[in-house]
């Protein structure tokens, strides 16, 4: 079983920055397939990025690509979102998932952590 717990959020003005972290922890030492995922105001959740096992490939929805970073370190149990040039529209509740494979849906992922707010304003 494993747990995940983000951190990074916070209110940063638009073409800011902000680093997400997500640390995963449990019973069993094991690496996964991680995924970042957000849900803004009166809208669904939406994938933003994954990331495989090892950290060779990484997917990005359109919105995000070119501003975006996702990057893992695996001795640290660690995945982390690196966000830059920030729009209103990216403000979310950004969650963190883990997985056994590489997916754009939510439904590919065994774990998930509670979320943590990003709020980017005008």
Known sequence: QVQLLE????LV??????????AASGHTPISYTMGWFRRAPGKDREFVAAISLTGGNTEYT???KGRFTIS???AKNTVYLQMNSLKPDDTA???CAAG???ALIPQ???YWGRGTQVTVSS
């Open 62 to 64: 359109d919105s995000v």
């Open 13 to 22: 003005q638009a073409g800011g920055s902000l680093r997400l972290s997500c």
């Open 93 to 95: 509740v950004y969650y």
């Open 100 to 102: 056994l494979i590489m």
């Open 108 to 110: 590919g992922y065994d």
């Open 72 to 74: 893992r370190d695996n």
């Open 7 to 10: 951190s990074g959020g916070g």
